[in-house]
């Protein structure tokens, strides 16, 4: 049996990084080189949803706004983690279970946590 080298088993990897590398470099080329330049004060502006802007889009935010956005997505993303407890639900018998009461055990000690902090609280 003939034994291929090692460098060898490189070569498929570095053939499909060099054909997308390729092929991004080719797209902005073509796409820079294509697109209309034109320019207008009107054009430039911002849109959005068809209303016109008024004023000024820098102003103060609470801070408490995007603690309660992180403690949402944070709490929104162990979700996610009951799908694999799903799928293989009658496989991980007992353990499984186990497991999932202490993970969701975890998550709710913390939202205690932050319920007793006043991080949910939008006035003080």
Same mark, same amino acid.
């Given at each position: 049996?003939?034994?291929?080298?090692? *460098?060898?088993? @490189?070569?498929?990897?570095?053939?499909?990084? $060099?054909?997308?590398?390729?092929? =991004? !470099? &080719?797209?902005?080329?073509?796409?820079?080189?294509?697109?209309?330049?034109?320019?207008?004060?009107?054009?430039?502006?911002?849109?959005?949803?068809?209303?016109?802007?008024?004023?000024?889009?820098?102003?103060?935010? *609470?801070?408490? @706004?995007?603690?309660?956005?992180?403690?949402? $997505?944070?709490?929104?993303?162990? =979700? !996610? &983690?009951?799908?694999?407890?799903?799928?293989?639900?009658?496989?991980?018998?007992?353990?499984?279970?186990?497991?999932?009461?202490?993970?969701?055990?975890?998550?709710?000690?913390?939202?205690?946590?932050?319920?007793?902090?006043?991080?949910?609280?939008?006035?003080?």
């Amino acid at each position: 049996m003939q034994e291929i080298s090692t *460098s060898a088993n @490189y070569i498929p990897l570095l053939l499909q990084i $060099v054909v997308a590398a390729a092929f =991004v !470099i &080719f797209t902005l080329f073509v796409t820079h080189k294509l697109t209309p330049r034109i320019n207008s004060e009107r054009k430039d502006e911002n849109f959005e949803c068809g209303i016109e802007a008024e004023g000024n889009a820098r102003f103060p935010v *609470s801070v408490r @706004y995007f603690m309660t956005a992180i403690l949402f $997505v944070l709490f929104d993303v162990e =979700v !996610i &983690f009951f799908y694999p407890y799903a799928v293989n639900f009658y496989e991980l018998k007992m353990e499984g279970l186990l497991a999932l009461i202490m993970f969701v055990g975890f998550f709710l000690v913390g939202f205690l946590y932050i319920r007793l902090k006043g991080a949910l609280e939008w006035e003080k």
